[in-house]
Structure formats: C-alpha cells, structure tokens
C-alpha cells in the first residue's frame, strides 16, 4: 500500500498541458526539418556528379530483348529522362535482361480453359559508368500483371499484351526509385 506522502507527491507535479506538448511537438519538427531533402531535387548531390536528376538523365538506354523488355526501354527512357534533352551527355549505361512466365490462376472446369492469368516480369539490370565499367547501381525487381483470357483470341491477346504494358511501367517507376536512392551521395 503506498503512503499519503507518495501520493500527495504524484499529485503536486506540473501536469504537461496542451500548450507544451504543442510546443515540444513544433520545435521537434522544426529541427527534424533541415535532416529531409527531396531525392529529385537540383540541390541533391549524386555519386557520380552534379544532382541526382541530372544523372538520371545522363544514363543511355540501349535496346533490351523480348517484347516486355522493348515497352521497358520505353518507359525507362520517359521515366528518366523525361523525353527531353536530346544534348545531354551520357555518363551511364543500363543493361538489363527481363524475363517473363504466367501462371493461370483460375481454370473453367466445363471447357477446360483458363479464365484469368497472371504475366510475373521480373527484371534483372545493372548501372554502370561509360569509361571505367564501374557499377554503380544494380537489382531485380519482380511485378505481377493480371489479366483475364477469353474465349476469343484476339481479346486474349490483347489483354496479354495490355499485362506486358502495365508490368513494364510497374518496373520502369521500380528501376527509377532504386537507382536514384543509390546515386544520392552522402
């Protein structure tokens, strides 16, 4: 059993109010704010010179196989660049191989056809320096489209197709946000 002392002692101290938690809360952000720096912007520096968008602009994408691997060049091409400056001198070299299997997930048991699939594209690339061959940033990335199949032919490969445009956007927006946490330096 605790004592009237002890408790006349709990009760007696400053209970933080609003006010104070408000305050605490403001300066600790304000603080805490100058340690952030947006990954795109002009002031941050990369590993390899100058900002990290302007790195992600020097990189040279040359042709990738397979049909997943030319919508990928595609939208690595806009995602870095941007489709922009035609004049900005390569520094970087993407190489990539990209491969592709399906699994059907769902089977009609009348006709013995696969209702719905799903294309996994997964993606295996390397970033390296022009001149010395150093790397400078690599992974794999793996992305799921799914897509519905039909009894009509086209359509099914149509929405295949469609798969293989979202997978390759899915991995470009993927590839874009590793290589530009791997060129910030510092």
């Given at each position: 059993?605790?004592?009237?002392?002890?408790?006349?002692?709990?009760l007696?101290?400053?209970?933080?109010?609003?006010?104070?938690?408000l305050t605490?809360?403001l300066?600790?952000?304000?603080?805490?704010?100058?340690?952030?720096?947006?990954?795109?912007?002009?002031?941050?520096?990369?590993?390899?010179?100058?900002?990290?968008?302007?790195?992600?602009?020097?990189?040279?994408?040359?042709?990738?196989?397979?049909?997943?691997?030319?919508?990928?060049r595609?939208?690595l091409?806009?995602?870095?660049d941007?489709?922009?400056?035609?004049?900005?001198?390569?520094?970087?070299?993407?190489?990539?191989?990209?491969a592709e299997?399906?699994?059907?997930?769902?089977?009609?048991?009348?006709?013995?056809?696969?209702d719905?699939?799903?294309?996994?594209?997964?993606a295996?690339?390397?970033?390296k320096?022009?001149?010395?061959?150093?790397?400078?940033s690599?992974?794999?990335?793996?992305?799921?489209?799914p897509?519905?199949?039909?009894?009509q032919?086209?359509?099914?490969?149509?929405?295949?197709r469609?798969?293989?445009?979202r997978?390759?956007?899915?991995?470009?927006q993927?590839?874009?946000?590793?290589?530009?946490?791997?060129?910030?330096?510092?």
């Open positions: 059993m605790s004592s009237p002392e002890a408790q006349n002692r709990t007696s101290r400053p209970v933080p109010t609003r006010r104070m938690m605490a809360t300066l600790a952000t304000a603080f805490a704010g100058g340690c952030l720096q947006p990954l795109y912007s002009e002031n941050t520096t990369s590993t390899v010179g100058g900002s990290v968008k302007s790195a992600l602009k020097s990189v040279e994408i040359p042709q990738i196989s397979g049909l997943t691997g030319h919508y990928l595609n939208e091409a806009f995602e870095l941007g489709g922009g400056e035609p004049d900005v001198q390569k520094r970087l070299r993407f190489e990539a191989k990209v299997s399906i699994e059907v997930v769902t089977v009609d048991y009348n006709t013995g056809r696969a719905s699939a799903v294309l996994i594209a997964t295996t690339w390397t970033v320096r022009i001149g010395s061959g150093e790397t400078v690599s992974g794999t990335n793996v992305v799921r489209a897509y519905e199949r039909s009894s032919r086209f359509a099914t490969v149509r929405a295949a469609d798969a293989q445009i997978a390759a956007k899915s991995l470009a993927l590839i874009k946000g590793q290589l530009a946490a791997d060129l910030v330096s510092g």
